[in-house]
């Protein structure tokens, strides 16, 4: 299973991104899509995550500004950044839970991360 992301660029504070991560590979299922970020010098954070039945949960630092969206269909994992600060500058990586038949069990994928820059 390959997770492969894109979007990610340099914008100034106030500006927006997209982001997307599609999966692919050996997929029965995918539980839980999400994404998290990593800035230098600092943990691995959750930014917000979404459930195969769209339920979504996003970090502290995000909500109101970010937005999480899925297409099943493409197992694919959308993040819509707004408003965004200084702040939010970090490596972004994309993660699915992954059951690769109907017996298997399921497993973390993660992509390679796309670098997010907002500076003026």
Request: hydrophobic share 35%; proline share 2%.
């Amino acid at each position: 299973v390959q997770l492969q992301a894109s979007g990610g660029g340099s914008v100034q504070p106030g500006g927006s991104l997209r982001l997307s991560c599609a999966a692919s590979g050996s997929i029965f299922t995918i539980n839980t899509m999400g994404w998290y970020r990593q800035a230098p010098g600092k943990q691995r954070e959750l930014v917000a995550t979404i459930t195969s039945g769209s339920i979504t949960d996003y970090g502290d630092s995000v909500k109101g500004r970010f937005t999480i969206s899925r297409d099943n269909a493409k197992n694919t994992v959308y993040l819509q950044m707004n408003s965004l600060k200084l702040g939010d500058t970090a490596v972004y990586y994309c993660n699915a839970d992954v059951k690769r038949s109907a017996v298997s069990r399921l497993e973390a994928f993660w992509g390679q991360g796309t670098q997010v820059t907002v500076s003026s």
